[in-house]
């Protein structure tokens, strides 16, 4: 039993050095179903950050397309420095409370 409970917490605190590869492994070389959901749950989390990456980097890119980018003075240039800060701090957060909420079902799970 405590080898299902370290499986399960080491899949969810692989965020910190690799996020996708140790759920992924845990999934195909554990025979228990509640190791199994584990991963799976630690996997999905891994890669939240990535697709607000992916949605965020879209909207960079089209603010970029779609604001003057020559940084002079005026409304345009504003705009699409407020548009990209606040995308990144919305990465940011997301990145970060995925981070904690790892470390806090790896937690849950040991005990």
């Known amino acids: ?6 499986l399960s917490a080491f899949s969810y ?3 910190l050095f690799a996020p996708f590869i140790v759920p ?9 179903s509640d190791v199994k ?3 799976i749950r630690a996997l999905i989390s891994h ?5 607000f990456g992916i ?18 003075l005026n409304s345009d240039s504003n705009t699409f420095l407020i548009i990209w ?3 990144f701090a919305i990465y940011i957060l997301i990145s970060l409370g995925v981070v904690i909420w790892n470390i806090i079902q790896a937690v849950r799970v040991i005990r």
Not at 24 to 32: I, R, T
Request: hydrophobic residues 55%.
């Open 13 to 15: 605190l692989s965020i």
């Open 37 to 39: 959901s584990h991963s």
């Open 85 to 87: 800060f606040a995308s």
């Open 1 to 6: 039993m405590e080898n299902q409970k370290i």
């Open 55 to 72: 949605i965020l980097f879209a909207v960079f890119i089209f603010s970029t397309l779609s604001f003057s980018t020559n940084f002079d």
């Open 24 to 32: 992924l492994v845990v999934y195909f070389v554990a025979k228990d």
């Open 47 to 51: 890669l939240i950050p990535v697709a």
